[in-house]
């Protein structure tokens, strides 16, 4: 009796008046995850299995999309293809010119802030404009890049157009926008404690010593985590391939996203293009998962956090 | 000085000047896609199709800029348009997103810690799995060709990662000033829009901005929910653009050029928030 009191008084106060305004404080966000998460997420694994199109109503045909995805379909696995190269091309670029910009910044020199901007600037150009852009600076004929390797006497390159060039034309894109990791680096880099590097120039090391047992360990979590969050982006691309390419040439950068959407919106398979979007869900699950495991024994991690 | 032999000095100036030239490269290899945009922008059809091409106009003038906000195109009610919609979206994100950070970082209440990581967990779900049946549900409830889609969510909690930025915040600031403030009397709304908001206004603007550029740029959500050339944002418009004047290079890239200034210009005004957010919003989380 005595202990059913105290639990009732307990739970009295878990849910006092401090409690409820609490909880209304909260209360859009958690409507909000239920309306636009929950409620899709359920809706969308509904309709994984079935044969929905549109125009007649859907019939559940069990795990005939998943197996059709994986078996018969030819397009899914060109859309692998190109995402997948992309991915890891356009991540592994970018990280490594967006740590050396970070790099160059560390260094003290008079007016690195100007040039701090100036690596930065072209993350600020809206995807649409830069997809625009970029297919000017690749027109074969009179855009600036074919006009430029003509100065030094390269013959002109199909870029977007060509089937083996598409996908690094669309990697070195992804690479001149790098601003957001620079930034994440440069921090990194200028969080590394004077002391270490000391340690270093003392014992007659270079910079380049102070780059390998110094700066590059430390950084490495953050390395770790941009990384993860690079693939995790590109892996979404699609404005490229919407505005720029078109998924092709001959499927070549025909990225899952795109596919998605085309599947969805452009062929009406509405319960085929759900299970497409399941697939990719997972795919990413699982990658992630061999990335944490396969990484971080490799990561320096300072203290216990992260 | 002294002390150091000439040899190592001489190597001192050299690694001055190989740093330097990387940095110039890097400068160049940032500023040249600028500076072919801005070219282009000023040239006419024909001069666009000089072979060799022209490095700068020959009569540089404002007629593509002419086209893009005059012609049969409407530029400039896309861009009242896309005001239309960033306005109640960056005001909804800062809003909803602060509150339920404040929600999560001052109060108690039931499964506090479950509620917060299934509000977190959004962040992990691709926009591939959401798409279709979010879409879906709008079309149910015919705002298809509406900003709701792209406005309404934002008022329902602005974001995962807005409030898991927010929430960091607030737990920097001593809750002493909540309480001195709850004996003057101050009530929860109070507090937080008369004391704790002040003091983040840094964040604030961090997460506006944020918010703006994200808006300003989306070009999948009006693409998706948007069908009427009449309520088309830029981003749209430079797309649509983009397809009907498709040669008139130059054109199109006047039009790049107007969809990008307001970024810039939004960029040099807060050039340091942006630096923090994107720090915190990394090496934090």
Known sequence: MGQTRTKALKKKRRWDHNAKVGFALVTPAILGFMLFCAVPIAYSAYLSFTDWNVFKAPNFVGFKNY????????????????????????????????????????????????????????????????????????????????????MVGIPKQSFLAGQSTVIPSLIFMAMWSCGNTMIIY????????????????????????????????????????????????????????????????????????????????????????????????????????????????????????? | MSGMSIKKRKKMKGSRVVLYLALIVGALISLVPFYWLIRSAFMNMLEIYILPPLWWSREPSFDNFKTVFFADIPFFSYFLNTIKIVIPVVFGTVVSSSVAAYGFARFDFPFKQGWFAICISSMLIPGAVTLIPGFLI?????????????????????????????????????????????????????????????????????????????????????????????????????????SSYGSDYGAVMAGALVMTIPTILIFFVGQKYFVQGIVTGSVKG
Request: hydrophobic share 50%; charged share 10%.
């Open chain 1, 67 to 150: 197996i059709k995805i994986f078996t018969s379909d030819y397009l899914f696995k060109e859309s692998i293809k190109a995402t997948f190269s992309f991915a890891f091309g356009s991540t592994v670029c970018s990280t490594v010119y967006a740590f050396l910009l970070a790099l160059l910044l560390s260094r003290r020199v008079r007016g690195i802030s100007i040039y701090r901007t100036i690596f930065y600037l072209p993350s600020i150009v809206p995807s649409v404009a830069m997809c625009v852009l970029w297919s000017w600076l690749y027109n074969k004929d009179f855009g600036l890049f074919n006009t430029l390797l003509g």
């Open chain 1, 186 to 306: 440069l921090a990194g880099i200028q969080g590394v404690p004077d002391s270490l590097r000391e340690v270093v120039r003392i014992d007659g090391g270079s910079y380049r010593h102070e780059l390998i047992y110094v700066i590059i360990p430390m950084v490495s979590p953050v390395i770790f985590f941009n990384v993860l969050m690079g693939l995790i982006g590109s892996f979404q691309a699609f404005n490229q391939a919407f505005m720029m390419t078109g998924g092709g040439p001959n499927n070549k950068s025909l990225f899952y996203s795109y596919y998605l959407y085309s599947v969805a919106f452009q062929q009406n398979k509405m319960g085929y293009a759900c299970a497409l979007g399941w697939v990719m869900f997972l795919i990413m699950i699982l990658f992630t998962a061999i990335f944490f495991k396969t990484f971080t024994r490799h990561i320096f991690f300072e203290g216990s956090e992260s």
């Open chain 2, 138 to 242: 709008w079309k149910r409830v015919n705002a298809i060709n509406t900003y709701w889609p792209l406005i309404l969510p934002c008022f329902f909690g602005g974001g995962a990662f807005n409030i898991f930025l927010f929430r960091q915040f607030f737990m920097t600031i001593p809750r002493d000033l909540d309480e001195a403030a709850t004996l003057d009397g101050a009530g929860p709304l109070r507090i937080y829009w008369q004391i704790l908001l002040p003091l983040l206004k840094p964040v604030c603007i961090t997460v506006m901005l944020f918010t703006f550029m994200g808006t300003w740029n989306d070009f999948f959500g009006p693409m998706l929910y948007l069908y009427d050339m009449e309520k088309y944002t830029v981003a749209l418009g430079l797309q649509l653009f983009s």
